[in-house]
């Protein structure tokens, strides 16, 4: 969490939540910042891919456009939201 929590106070990406987790913000060089934001963004950009998927297989598709960069949440977050008001959920249960 002190990656995180380092990655967002720079501005790299946003996450309201990891001020919770983080005791403290480390200092990290820009390397590692940028590595972490590289993940992040992978990680975001195949679970939009994955929930896009899910929408077409059910033949109702997405219902808003698609958030203009891995890091933009404001879009992201109606963006896997169909016609029936259906929304679908990530629970990330950890993974180191």
Request: hydrophobic share 40%; net charge positive; with cysteine.
């Amino acid at each position: 969490s002190g990656a995180k929590a380092c990655c967002v106070s720079r501005g790299y990406f946003d996450d309201p939540f990891v001020k919770h987790f983080a005791r403290r913000v480390p200092k990290h060089p820009p390397l590692i910042n940028r590595g972490y934001h590289a993940r992040v963004a992978t990680v975001r950009a195949v679970l939009d891919a994955f929930l896009d998927a899910t929408f077409d297989a059910d033949g109702l598709g997405a219902s808003s456009p698609a958030a203009t960069s891995p890091g933009d949440d404001r879009v992201a977050e109606t963006r896997h939201e169909n016609a029936f008001g259906k929304r679908r959920q990530i629970v990330s249960l950890g993974a180191g």
